[in-house]
C-alpha cells in the first residue's frame, strides 16, 4: 500500500525509489505525488527565496590596502526540470541553512577573488559595477548547483587604517576647490546670463507691450466697430420692431373697430327688433285697448252729454219758470217796498226835521254798539298823556263823535242839536 503526498508552489517534492528496486528519482512542484510504503523515499526541499549577507573582512585591494566589506545576495532554486534536479542532487538531505551555508560561502570566495582585482577607488565609488561582477562571476558556479542569483548588492564597504576617510578629505578638498571655481564661474555666468535674460526679458517686454498697444488698439476699433453695427442692428431690430408693432396695433384697431362696427350693426338690429316688438308690444297692450277704451269712453261720453244736455234744457226750463216766478216775487215785494218807502218819505216830508232827528236817534244805540263791539273784548284801556292834558283828549274823542255819524248817516249831530230848544 501507498500514501498521496502533496505539496504547493513554493516547494518541490523528490520521490525516490520504488518496486523492483528502482532507482530513478521524480520531483514534483505544486501537485501530489504517490508513494509506496517502506520502499519508496519522499524528501521536500523549499523553493522561496534565500537572503544571504556575505562578509570579506580585511580582504587586500590591488593596492595592498585591507578593506571590509559586506553585501546582500537574493538566491533561490531554480525550478526548470533539469536544474530542479541538478538542485536535488546537490542539496537533498540538507536543512535549508546548509543550503545557504554552502551558496554564502561561494559568493564569499568570489568576493574575496574580485575585490583582490580592484583598487580601493574603484571598490569605492562604483559599487553597482562592483556588484554586477561579482554576480556575474558567481552565477555560474552557482547555477550548476540548481540555484539562481536573483540580486547581488553591496551593503558597506569600511577599512582599519583610515585610508577611506584620507580619501576622503582629498577628495573633499579637491571637491570643495572645484565646487569653488564652479561656484565663480556659476556666479559669473549668472551675472552674464542675468543680464542676457533681463536684456531679453526687456526685449520681450517691449514687444509685448507694444503687441499688447497695437492688440488694444485694434480690439478698442473693432470693438468700435463692432458696437456700431450692433447698435445699427438694434436700432434696425428696434424700428422694425416698433414698425411691426405699430401695423399690429394698426390691424388690432382695425379689427377691433370692425368688430366694433358689427356690434353696433348687431346692436341696432337688436334694437329695431327690440322697437318692433315693443311696437307690437304696445299695440296689443296699449293702443289696441286704449282704442277699445276711447271708443268706450267716446260712447259714454255722448251719452253723458246727451244725458247733460237734457238735463241742462231740463234745468234751464226748471231755472227760467224759477227765476220767472222769483222775479214776479220780487216785482211784487219791490212794489210793496217802494211803497212803503214813499209812504216814509211823505211822513218824513210832513214831519221834517223832528222825523229825521227821531231816526237817528233810534239808530243811535246800533251805533254804538256797532263801535263798542270791538273794545268789548278789551280788558284795560291805557290813555298815554299828561295829567293836564287829560281832559283836553277826552274833548277831542267826543269831539269826533259828530263828524263820524255825519259820514255814516249823512245827518250833522251839531246842527241838529243846536235846533233843539234849550240847547246852545
Known sequence: MGNIHTVGPNEALVVSGGCCGASSKTTVVGGWAWAWWLVTDVQRMSLEVMTLNPVCEHVETAQGVPLTVTGVAQCKIMT??????????????????????????????????????????????????????????????????????????????????????????????????????????????????????????????????????????????QKSNFDREINTAKAEAQLAYELQAAKTRQKIKTEEMQITVVERRKQIEIEEQEITRREKELIATVRLPAEAESFKVELVAQGQRTQVVEKARADAEKIKLIGAAEATAIENVGRSEAEAMRLK???????????????????????????????????????????????????????????????????????????IPGAK
Open 345 to 419: 218819505a211823505a211822513a218824513y216830508k210832513q214831519y221834517g226835521e223832528a222825523a229825521i232827528l227821531s231816526l237817528v236817534f233810534e239808530a243811535l244805540p246800533k251805533i254804538a254798539a256797532e263801535v263798542s263791539a270791538p273794545l268789548a273784548k278789551t280788558d284795560e284801556i291805557v290813555m298815554l298823556s299828561g295829567s293836564s292834558n287829560f281832559s283836553n283828549e277826552i274833548n277831542k274823542f267826543v269831539a269826533q263823535v259828530p263828524p263820524a255819524i255825519q259820514a255814516l248817516t249823512g245827518v250833522d249831530l251839531s246842527d241838529v242839536l243846536r235846533k
Open 80 to 221: 526548470a526540470k533539469e536544474l530542479l534536479q541538478t538542485a536535488s542532487e546537490q542539496f537533498l538531505g540538507k536543512t535549508s541553512q546548509e543550503v545557504q551555508l554552502t551558496i554564502l560561502q561561494t559568493l564569499e570566495g568570489h568576493l574575496r577573488a574580485i575585490l583582490g582585482t580592484l583598487s580601493v577607488e574603484e571598490v569605492y565609488r562604483d559599487r553597482d559595477q562592483f556588484a554586477s561582477l561579482v554576480r556575474e562571476v558567481a552565477a555560474p558556479d552557482v547555477g550548476r548547483m540548481g540555484i539562481e542569483i536573483l540580486s547581488f548588492t553591496i551593503k558597506d564597504v569600511y577599512d582599519d587604517v583610515e585610508y577611506l576617510s584620507s580619501l576622503g578629505k582629498a577628495q573633499t578638498a579637491n571637491v570643495k576647490r572645484d565646487a569653488a571655481v564652479g561656484v565663480a564661474q556659476a556666479n559669473r555666468d549668472a551675472g552674464i546670463r542675468e543680464a542676457e535674460c533681463e536684456k531679453a526679458s526687456m526685449d520681450v517686454k517691449y514687444n509685448m507691450d507694444t503687441k499688447v498697444e497695437d492688440n488694444t488698439r485694434l480690439y478698442k476699433l
